[in-house]
């Protein structure tokens, strides 16, 4: 059964991977994943985190379920912060927990990829100079594919 | 569409900044039956709703907390919010 929560508080990782281990012996695997708001040259002062409630939960259980199936996962966590985050903070959690590493590490990648492109959030930055701008799709499509060439 | 059916809308990100509401309740006429329609006759409520409306490219639609398309069809009483795409994770 998967673990989901939409909160503006901070998670400790710790704590979530010890919950999702408590008591088990059969979990061979641990995936991760923690996104944390970037500040590029001390531009950004703030990222505002707004959501859709009441769809973002629905949403988030169903793929967390969706991943449980598909990987056969052991157990999985997601959780997403919204609300105003300054840079260094913790914005998005995701655990799988498997027999084996290969499902743990492939759901990690397919939760979070399917996080940034059908999750209902949006984005908001505040820079340094008091302006602020929403964060616009194709950029964060182009820092995901930039993430995978720095990768490959 | 039911001709006196009303209709939940919200309205997220700059959607809500450039119509100035978060949420509103419409009657629509019963030409309206799918999300194209209700996009083409908010947009003619007013210069906001004209500008927020102004490129629906870059307008996602999701009925009753469920992605939707524009040709999705409308029932009274439903929950339809506009947004742009989304930049979670």
Not at chain 1, 77 to 91: F, Q
Not at chain 2, 1 to 13: R, S
Request: hydrophobic letters at 45%; charged letters at 25%.
């Amino acid at each position: 059964m998967a673990t989901v929560r939409v909160q503006t508080e901070d998670f400790d990782v710790g704590a979530e991977f010890a919950a999702l281990t408590a008591g088990r012996h059969d979990i061979g695997g641990l995936g991760c994943f923690v996104g944390t708001v970037r500040d590029e040259g001390n531009r950004l002062s703030a990222l505002t985190l707004e959501q859709y409630p009441g769809m973002t939960e629905r949403a988030l259980a169903r793929v967390a379920a969706e991943a449980e199936r598909r990987f056969s996962l052991l157990g999985c966590t997601v959780i997403h912060r919204h609300g105003r985050l300054e840079p260094g903070a913790n914005i998005v959690l995701v655990i799988a927990a498997s027999g084996h590493r290969q499902p743990a590490l492939d759901a990690t990648h397919f939760l979070i990829d399917w996080l940034k492109t059908s999750a209902p959030f949006w984005k908001k930055e505040e820079y340094a100079d008091g302006t602020a701008a929403w964060v616009d799709a194709r950029k964060a499509d182009d820092e995901a594919a930039a993430r995978w060439q720095r990768a490959g | 569409m039911d001709p006196h059916g009303d209709l939940t809308v919200l309205y997220f990100a700059w959607l809500r900044e450039r119509t100035g509401a978060a949420e509103e309740t419409v009657t629509p006429p019963a030409s309206v039956v799918t999300v194209a329609d209700l996009i083409a006759w908010l947009r003619e409520r007013g210069p906001r709703h004209a500008a927020a409306f102004a490129d629906a490219k870059v307008i996602r639609c999701a009925v009753n907390q469920e992605f939707a398309a524009p040709e999705t069809e409308l029932h009274a009483g439903d929950e339809v919010a506009f947004f742009p795409p989304v930049t979670g994770g």
